[in-house]
């Protein structure tokens, strides 16, 4: 039987099969069925480096729109300090604009160019899921995040000025999101209205207010990772109130606590706080590791002691199993 009779899957499936992308290579030149077969598994997942020859693909990519198609994840990793010039990042804007079934995208490069992000609105990008770069929360992602409906996971970089106002983001975005990552100005203009249930905020500090906010979301927040420049106390009995639906905390904390490490009401308030929350399962809060029995209920196989006033600096002296 002629390979152009073959069902399309079959030939997916023995193309895939091969172990090395030079195989791939080798077979599309056998025959046109091939060809086609053979390069779109070879653009479907694309990973570029600074200072290697993959960083070429994205100019292939921006010039060759019928292979850009074919890409599903497309990561790139570009060291700031090694400046690469603006027809680079004009050919990555092209490719990025060449990818309309994109699934995963990640751009690791300088975060001052954001504007590589498709802005053009007769763009869309239906079937992006998951979405990580390093820019701050401006106009180009805010425009480029209106195109993406059905995206599930995403990760901003640090904010560059936390006293510039955020861009305008429409309810109607964003309609599926369930993961964000980013600081806690931007997390309260995304989280609210949204399905919202994993929230990592690696800069900013978080308040009561904060935590007001983010229980806005749509649906059960169940992790959070933060950092308060406050007591830990007001904020676990607020998230108590607010989030009670919560599994998993992370909760660091830039207030001075030496003093506070010596009471045993700290510690026993803290226990109290946490225990109020019913779904909690793990809990660090400013280094603190609480973790329960989730077999045997509300049993705690893990939780902190109060630590001897000594020149003991073993961590593992503050926790019994």
Same mark, same amino acid.
């Given at each position: 039987m002629a390979f152009n009779r073959l069902p399309i899957e079959l030939l997916d499936t023995i193309c895939d099969s091969l172990d090395h992308r030079r195989d791939l290579v080798a077979l599309s030149t056998t025959n046109s069925t091939l060809y086609h077969v053979a390069h779109r598994l070879l653009y479907k997942h694309i990973s570029a480096f600074q200072n290697t020859p993959s960083l070429k693909v994205t100019t292939l990519l921006a010039?060759?729109?019928?292979?850009?198609?074919? +890409?599903?994840?497309?990561? $790139?990793?570009?060291?700031? #300090?090694?400046?690469? %010039?603006?027809?680079?990042?004009?050919?990555? *804007?092209?490719?990025?604009?060449?990818?309309?079934?994109? =699934?995963?995208?990640?751009?690791?490069?300088? %975060?001052?160019?954001s504007w590589v992000l498709p802005h053009a609105s007769s763009v869309r990008y239906p079937r992006l899921r998951d979405f990580t770069c390093v820019f701050s929360f401006d106009h180009h992602v805010a425009q480029f995040l209106g195109k993406t409906g059905a995206l599930v996971h995403l990760e901003l970089g640090h904010d560059l000025n936390s006293q510039t106002p955020l861009p305008e983001l429409l309810p109607a975005w964003l309609p599926n999101l369930e993961s964000f990552a980013g600081?806690?100005?931007?997390?309260?203009? $995304?989280?609210?209205?949204?399905? +919202?249930?994993? $929230?990592?905020?690696?800069?900013?500090?978080?308040?009561?207010? +904060?935590?007001? =906010?983010?229980?806005?979301?749509?649906? *059960? $927040?169940?992790?959070?990772?933060?950092?308060?420049?406050?007591? %830990?106390?007001?904020?676990?009995?607020?998230?108590?109130? *607010?989030?009670?639906?919560?599994? =998993?905390?992370?909760? #660091?904390?830039?207030?001075?606590?030496?003093?506070?490490?010596?009471?045993?009401?700290?510690?026993?308030?803290?226990?109290?706080?946490?225990?109020?929350?019913?779904?909690?399962?793990?809990?660090? +809060?400013?280094g603190m590791l609480?973790?329960?029995?989730?077999?045997?209920?509300?049993?705690? #196989?893990?939780?902190?002691?109060?630590?001897?006033?000594?020149?003991?600096?073993?961590?593992s002296s503050y926790f019994h199993a």
């Open positions: 010039h060759r729109p019928d292979l850009a198609r074919h +890409v599903r994840s497309f990561a $790139i990793v570009l060291d700031p #300090a090694n400046e690469q %010039p603006t027809s680079y990042f004009n050919s990555l *804007a092209t490719a990025l604009h060449n990818m309309p079934d994109i =699934e995963s995208l990640k751009l690791t490069i300088d %975060p001052a160019m600081s806690s100005q931007v997390a309260q203009a $995304i989280v609210p209205g949204r399905p +919202v249930s994993s $929230i990592s905020m690696h800069s900013g500090d978080l308040t009561e207010g +904060v935590v007001q =906010e983010l229980a806005k979301s749509t649906a *059960a $927040i169940l992790f959070l990772d933060a950092t308060t420049a406050s007591l %830990p106390l007001p904020l676990l009995e607020a998230m108590a109130s *607010a989030i009670p639906e919560l599994q =998993e905390l992370r909760l #660091a904390t830039t207030y001075n606590l030496w003093d506070e490490w010596f009471k045993t009401p700290f510690i026993k308030n803290i226990k109290s706080a946490l225990i109020s929350m019913d779904n909690l399962q793990t809990a660090e +809060v400013s609480w973790r329960w029995l989730t077999k045997d209920g509300r049993v705690l #196989a893990n939780e902190p002691q109060v630590p001897t006033d000594n020149l003991d600096d073993d961590d």
